[in-house]
């Protein structure tokens, strides 16, 4: 394969091993140095990529605590440019949210930051910055977190895969063209090399006969991922980290947008020998080869292999649907999507003068301008709210809620089949999604689009909880 088919890559694929675990004390406190640096996503002939990263590695260490935990990490800011840590899906106080200059202000070059704060969930979680986030996620910092539950979930083995998408040069450099307006008034900063834990996929083995449990995590800008499990059939066990009654995708498909985690028990059949391709195929005129499965040695299993069993449910608050109070939110904006004007700065402004001003998406009529803004909503502390996300574009954006975990309840008005808790949830082009939350956490919490092109141009709120 030349360098060029190498980038556009039909093949894009991921190793899962070379990921660092370690298991923090209880009472340790942890550095994480923010810092250029460079890594080898692409193989050894194409040299090493410039990057930014957390203590040199991409992606950073992971974080592994129990639940109940308190978490300190120290952070420490060797960029160029002021940054922050957002501790992505954590319910955690206002104060240690990481946006900047609403929640902290932003740890400027030299500076450190602690966050310390403790950990209610178990799950699968991440970290990542939330200050210039398309251009410092799209150089590589982000890492993966997660919390144990208290005993451990009955699999053989467990993988964590990151996936994460790059735009190259075809040097291997990242090219350095963020805040483009394309990229922002189109699907976000599709990139043209797909990593898992940072490298081009080489094959994975698995054991015939294996139990696995796989947490997923999209730490991508913008693109969404659909991978095809096919007779794999795995089982959906954790949704953005919480806990759910376990259910099957009717299609083997799982799908994932960007800062969306997905947990998965895998059942690896005891007789499997061929190797098995798994395709993401979200984009159907895109559709590539993401990793190969590779089936070796004889039937493995520690545990059993009978029903799935559920994790022990988190500590969220169940919403109370009959009283609940419900809000709407319209995302408008984009090409082809037939905005026409919005507020921007407490002004009234054409589409005209919004793409002067690079503004492309709206929430209920109002385009985001930095982390300070007034409220979207206002919720009141420790009451239920339904909240309707209409999606009036023609692009997906997956909409994350600081803070808080919701249901989701309905999409397009259709019950969901399936329990679903999440921090993120996607609407495709035109689709409508109901949730539902319990508004527990004090403080102004953003809520925006994981699309970070599109959170850079407007498309982010804020909901007060008071
Ligand atoms: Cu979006």
């Known amino acids: ?27 340790e ?23 930014w990263s ?71 979680y991440w970290y990542h910055p939330h200050a210039a986030s398309s251009e410092q996620l799209g150089r590589g910092l982000s890492g993966v977190l997660i919390v144990e539950e208290p005993e451990p979930y009955p699999v053989d083995r467990e993988l964590i895969w990151l996936l994460d998408d790059w ?18 008034s189109h699907a976000g900063r599709i990139g ?87 395709v993401d ?12 499965l590779t089936f070796t040695g004889g039937p493995q299993r520690s545990v059993s292999n009978g029903a799935i069993p559920r994790l022990p449910a988190n500590p969220l608050p169940e919403p109370d649907l009959e009283h609940a109070t419900e809000h709407e939110i319209l995302l408008t904006g984009g090409a082809m999507g037939g905005m026409h004007e919005a507020y921007l700065d407490g002004k009234l402004l054409s589409m005209r003068e919004l ?3 690079g503004r492309f998406w709206a929430l209920n009529g109002i385009a985001a301008h930095g982390h300070h803004m007034e409220p979207l909503l ?13 999606n009036d574009t023609a692009w997906p954006h997956p909409m994350h809620l600081h803070g808080h975990a919701f249901r989701v309840l309905r999409r397009n008005g259709e019950p969901l089949g399936h329990e679903e808790w999440r921090d993120s949830v996607l609407l495709n082009a035109r689709e409508t999604a109901e949730i539902a939350l319990v508004a527990d956490n004090p403080g102004d919490w953003m809520f925006h689009c994981h699309v970070l092109e599109h959170q850079e141009s407007g498309m982010m709120g804020i909901v007060r909880v008071a």
């Open 54 to 124: 957390y203590n040199g590695q991409i992606p950073g260490p992971v974080l592994r605590y129990r639940q109940g935990d308190t978490l300190e990490v120290m952070v420490e800011n060797a960029l160029p440019q002021p940054t922050t840590v957002h501790w992505h899906g954590i319910r955690l106080p206002h104060a240690m949210d990481g946006v900047p200059h609403l929640t902290q202000p932003p740890i400027e070059p030299g500076e450190t930051f602690t966050y310390r704060f403790p950990l209610p969930d178990a799950g699968t």
């Open 167 to 184: 735009r190259l040069n075809p040097d291997a450099s990242i090219r350095d063209d963020f805040g483009h307006r394309h990229d922002e």
């Open 1 to 27: 394969m030349n360098r060029r088919e190498f980038l556009q890559g039909s093949a894009i694929l991921l190793a899962a091993g070379g990921l660092p675990l370690k298991l923090w004390a209880a009472d």
């Open 192 to 278: 043209n090399t797909v990593t898992i834990n940072g490298r081009l996929p080489r094959d994975v083995e698995l054991h015939p006969g294996e139990r696995l449990r796989l947490r997923l995590v999209n730490g991508a800008n913008a693109r969404v991922f659909q991978l095809d499990f096919g007779e794999l059939a795995p089982w959906v066990i954790a949704t953005d980290g919480h806990p759910v009654e376990p259910w099957q995708p009717d299609n083997g498909r799982i799908v994932l947008g960007p800062s969306m985690r997905a947990d998965l028990l895998l059942d690896v059949p005891p007789d499997t020998r061929q190797a098995f391709t798994l």
């Open 378 to 390: 206002t919720l009141e502390l420790d009451a239920s709210y339904r909240i309707r996300l209409v």
């Open 281 to 292: 195929d979200f984009y159907p005129q895109r559709a590539y080869e993401l990793v190969t």
């Open 29 to 51: 406190r942890f550095r994480l140095r923010a810092a250029p640096g460079t890594s080898n996503l692409v193989g050894a002939e194409y040299g090493d990529t410039g990057v």
């Open 355 to 357: 793409v002067q001003a």
